[in-house]
C-alpha cells in the first residue's frame, strides 16, 4: 500500500522501508539489531554466495531468515514456465507467511504473478528494467517492482530516473504495487531513491552504514568528548 499525499500538488509523505539485499545472517542479524529493518532480499547468487546447496538447505535457510527478522523476506523461483514458478512459488509461500515470492519479469513471469495476486500470494517482480515492464507487473498484481538501480548506472543509463518515472506512473495512476529500488551499490543510491519516490530500498549492509558517516560527527563528538573531560579532570 503506498502511502501518499499530496499538499501543494508535492508529495510529502511516504516512509520509505529499508531490505538488506543479502543472504548472510550475521549481516542480517546486525541490520536487524539497529532497529530499522523492515525485511530482506534474497537471489540465487546471494545464495550461492553463502554455500547455500541442495533444496532442504536453501527451504531451511529462507526458514532461518524469517525468523531473525519480522518482515517480508523475498525467496526467488529459479523456474522460468509458468507451471514451474506456480509450484516453487507455492512451497516457498507455504514455508512462512512473510516469504514474498520473487518472480522474474518475463512473460510467464506474469501470468505467475497474476495467478499468485487471484490467491492472495505476494510477489516481488525481480530484474524490472523499464518503465513498461513496471507498468505490466503493476497491472498483475504484484505486490511489489524491483527496479534495478546499480545494473542500468553501470551500463550508462540512469537508474535513479527509472525509480522516479516508475514513481510518477504508480502516484497518476494509483497503483498499489510498492516501489523497490534495488541493486543499491553506494549511500547516494539510497537518498536518491528517498528523493524519487521509491517505498523501499533494498541493499547491502555497506550502504546502509555507510550512511552514518561523516567527518563532521566524528570531530564534534571528540569535541565534546574532550570538553566533557575537562569538566571533570
Ligand atoms: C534484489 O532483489 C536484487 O536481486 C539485487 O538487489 C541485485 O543486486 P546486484 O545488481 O548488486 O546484484
Request: hydrophobic share 45%; aromatic share 6%; net charge negative.
Amino acid at each position: 500500500m503506498r502511502f501518499i499525499y499530496f499538499i501543494c500538488g508535492s508529495k510529502t509523505q511516504n516512509n520509505m522501508k529499508f531490505f538488506i539485499d543479502t543472504a548472510n545472517l550475521a549481516q542480517i542479524k546486525e541490520a536487524n539489531d539497529l532497529g530499522i529493518l523492515d525485511g530482506v532480499t534474497t537471489n540465487p547468487s546471494l545464495m550461492a554466495k553463502e554455500g547455500i546447496k541442495g533444496d532442504a538447505a536453501v527451504m531451511q535457510h529462507y526458514k532461518d531468515i524469517c525468523e531473525l527478522v519480522d518482515g517480508d523476506v523475498s525467496a526467488e523461483v529459479i523456474a522460468t514456465d509458468f507451471n514451474g514458478m506456480v509450484k516453487e512459488g507455492e512451497i516457498l509461500a507455504a514455508l512462512h507467511k512473510n516469504i514474498v515470492v520473487k518472480i522474474p519479469m518475463i512473460k510467464d513471469g506474469i501470468k505467475a504473478i497474476k495467478y499468485f495476486s487471484n490467491k492472495g500470494i505476494r510477489t516481488n517482480c525481480t530484474l524490472v528494467f523499464s518503465a513498461g515492464q513496471a507498468i505490466l507487473a503493476a497491472k498483475a498484481g504484484a505486490s511489489y517492482i524491483s527496479p534495478f538501480v546499480g545494473r542500468l548506472d553501470d551500463i550508462g543509463f540512469d537508474g535513479m530516473e527509472l525509480i522516479a518515472q516508475i514513481s510518477h506512473i504508480f502516484t497518476v495512476q494509483g497503483y498499489e504495487t510498492e516501489i523497490l529500488a534495488a541493486s543499491i551499490r553506494n549511500p547516494i543510491h539510497i537518498i536518491k531513491s528517498a528523493e524519487a519516490g521509491a517505498d523501499i530500498i533494498t541493499s547491502p549492509l555497506a550502504s546502509i552504514l555507510a550512511l552514518l558517516n561523516h567527518p563532521l560527527t566524528d570531530k564534534g563528538l571528540e569535541q565534546f568528548l574532550a570538553d566533557h573531560k575537562k569538566l571533570n579532570a
